[in-house]
Nanobody, 121 residues
Framework: QVQLVESGGGLVQAGGSLRLSCVAS??????MGWFRQAPGTEREFVGA????????YYADSVKGRFTISRDNAKNTVYLQMNRLKPEDTAVYYC????????????????WGQGTQVTVSS
């Protein structure tokens, strides 16, 4: 049984930081990614990391501010978010895929329930 559980969201002022965690249980995946969705919008890719090698890829909107990392022993991925902006406000979802095309949302097989991140100005 596959389950993804996000945690670490909350309310923070602009310029602050948050660290999100996602624990994947049940299976091992090729890559895990982070997406976000604000009300009335489509899902937006944030970043992803592969299990083997730890290759990362980020959306332009978060490059230099967000960092994704992993702990394979715990099947956990992290999203460190620094210098947060109000436009970062969204529900953040972690996802897992067996595919090498880990930048594409359609490539992901499993999704967590999301954690709310709210950045005030």
């Amino acid at each position: 049984q596959v389950q993804l559980v996000e945690s670490g969201g909350g309310l923070v002022q602009a310029g602050g930081s948050l660290r999100l965690s996602c624990v994947a249980s049940g299976r091992t995946f090729y890559a895990m990614g982070w997406f976000r969705q604000a009300p009335g919008t489509e899902r937006e890719f944030v970043g992803a990391i592969t299990r083997s090698g730890g290759s990362t890829y980020y959306a332009d909107s978060v490059k230099g501010r967000f960092t994704i990392s992993r702990d394979n022993a715990k099947n956990t991925v992290y999203l460190q978010m620094n210098r947060l902006k109000p436009e970062d406000t969204a529900v953040y979802y972690c996802a897992a895929t067996y595919s090498t095309a880990y930048v594409r949302a359609l490539s992901y097989n499993y999704w967590g329930q999301g954690t709310q991140v709210t950045v005030s100005s």
